[in-house]
């Protein structure tokens, strides 16, 4: 492909994806395909001569398109939102065709230093202190597993990465029973152990956990000869927006002298309004790492995590390494592959300097305030649903519900639903049951967007009894 090729396509395309995004609302938010569709549909063995990009996109509208579920649409009310805003998409596409590697300043000074002051700007956007500073991860799972490994090479005097943890001792982190899986695994790959993670139980309406048994399992470890490495707090957990009283964890944290982790993946975006921070974000400030997702609920193209860290020095210590072939020479410099644990890094910071420019922190704070407000409207239509029960109250714009009948019957409504096409939902589990998860992120969605839910829910619900 020649440059005036790639000009003619990199229209079309542009056009396409504008096309796409205005008829969005038109498609089934969920894929309608079976297993297997779209692989039977591909040539099994790779061309040995190039291919028009008619041909190629021809074939791309015919086997890709179905099979896409649409994580933009409107009615996209599953998981958490991935979001893209407009701006975010276009500095995606100047990353692309600049194509840089980030890894360290020299290799692109710009990006390098667009991404401390972003991580400053968001910084002051959560209403963090001053003095906190921190690094683009692509995502809270690999934040979450740099804190866990600099937990790990805190509690064993940094030698765990030199001397392999053989004869340290079980070593153990504590977080709620409501934690996202991703603790787990990072849990796993530090080598820490599942049976070192301990899950302790929650109560009260934002199901955080319980401050006395998170103080008495410390407590037993230290008396059973286990060494307490760290505490992983949540806010909006992922199941059903679970979050801790961070001031109460802080304080035992600070007792006995552990390393902390907030991760708030998905509800730090909305601590940039200041009226949320009041329940959800006091004690933030006194945590060692604290990581947010801007691709979730802020508009950024994914991959986008900022992990602000109260002091870096210990997560260095962690996961700086530098052969010969990567030193910089001249005036010291910010290199922000030793932050992380991908020595590769692409240009992330280019669209949240886009999309806060485009939208302000005011635009943003709307669209979030809208969907909280939503959110409880749409809880109090699906409770008038004959029946029908709400789980989980609204924490931010996540509730759950059911339906009559039992876990199996949930199940089966979940599909009916997804099958219908009009809006898309996930299952989970709490207090034993299963739940009926809804929560409304999604960048451009609306208020009738919105409450058209509780239609859909009825008529689906009326057509399978």
């Known amino acids: 492909m020649n440059w005036d090729t790639f000009s003619y396509w990199g229209q079309h395309i542009s056009k396409w994806a504008a096309d796409y995004h205005r008829t969005l609302a038109e498609r089934p938010v969920r894929a309608q395909t079976a297993p297997g569709e779209i692989a039977a549909q591909l040539v099994a063995t790779p061309p040995e001569t190039g291919e028009p990009m008619?041909?190629?996109?021809?074939?791309?509208?015919?086997?890709?398109?179905?099979?896409?579920?649409?994580?933009?649409?409107?009615?996209?009310?599953?998981?958490?939102?991935?979001?893209?805003?407009?701006?975010?998409?276009?500095?995606?596409?100047?990353?692309?065709?600049?194509?840089?590697?980030?890894?360290?300043?020299q290799t692109s000074p710009a990006a390098t230093e667009v991404e401390g002051v972003m991580v400053d700007w968001l910084r002051q956007a959560l209403g963090l202190p001053e003095g906190m500073t921190g690094v683009i991860q692509d995502s809270a799972s690999s934040a979450t597993l740099s804190a866990v490994l600099t937990m790990r090479e805190r509690a064993t005097g940094f030698t765990g990465n030199r001397e392999g943890l053989n004869a340290k001792g079980a070593l153990r982190i504590y977080c709620s029973d409501q934690v996202h899986s991703s603790i787990d695994r990072a849990c796993w790959v530090a080598g820490i152990g599942q049976d070192n993670l301990v899950k302790l139980p929650t109560q009260g309406s934002n199901f955080g956990i319980v401050p006395s048994a998170l103080e008495a399992a410390i407590q037993n470890d230290v008396a059973a000869g286990h060494i307490p490495a760290g505490i992983v707090a949540i806010t909006g957990g992922t199941g059903v927006g679970a979050s801790d009283d961070l001031m109460a964890v802080a304080d035992i944290a600070q007792k006995y002298d552990l390393y902390t982790h907030l991760d708030a993946a998905w509800a730090g975006s909305a601590m940039i309004c200041p009226e949320f921070r009041r329940a959800l974000w006091q004690g933030a400030d006194r945590y060692d790492s604290v990581v947010f997702n801007p691709h979730k609920w802020m508009g950024a193209q994914f991959d986008c995590a900022i992990q602000f860290l109260r002091d870096a020095t210990p997560q260095l210590d962690t996961l700086k390494i530098e052969p010969e072939y990567l030193k910089t020479t001249g005036a010291e410099v910010t290199n922000?592959?030793?932050?992380?644990?991908?020595?590769?890094?692409?240009?992330?910071?280019?669209?949240?300097?886009?999309?806060?420019?485009?939208?302000?922190?005011?635009?943003?704070?709307?669209?979030?305030?809208?969907?909280?407000?939503?959110?409880g409207e749409l809880a109090e239509k699906i409770d008038a649903i004959e029946g029908f029960e709400i789980t989980t109250g609204p924490i931010l714009?996540?509730?759950?519900?059911?339906?009559?009948?039992?876990?199996?019957?949930?199940?089966?409504?979940?599909?009916?639903?997804?099958?219908?096409?009009r809006i898309y939902l996930t299952q989970g589990m709490f207090d034993g049951r299963k739940i009926i998860r809804f929560q409304v992120g999604q960048f451009d969605t609306t208020r009738d967007d919105v409450l058209m839910a509780a239609d859909v829910i009825r008529d689906v619900w009326e057509a399978m009894k």
């Not at 958490?80 to 980030?102: D, R, Y």
């Not at 996540?398 to 039992?406: A, K």
């Open 54 to 105: 008619d041909a190629i996109m021809a074939d791309f509208e015919r086997i890709v398109m179905p099979g896409i579920t649409h994580w933009q649409h409107p009615r996209f009310f599953a998981y958490f939102p991935a979001n893209a805003a407009p701006p975010s998409m276009l500095a995606e596409m100047l990353v692309t065709n600049i194509a840089a590697q980030c890894m360290l300043w």
């Open 336 to 375: 922000y592959s030793e932050w992380t644990i991908p020595l590769g890094r692409r240009f992330r910071a280019l669209k949240i300097w886009f999309l806060l420019r485009s939208y302000g922190l005011e635009g943003l704070r709307e669209r979030i305030r809208n969907h909280v407000a939503w959110a």
């Open 397 to 421: 714009s996540l509730f759950s519900f059911r339906c009559p009948g039992d876990d199996a019957q949930q199940q089966r409504l979940v599909d009916a639903l997804n099958d219908d096409g």
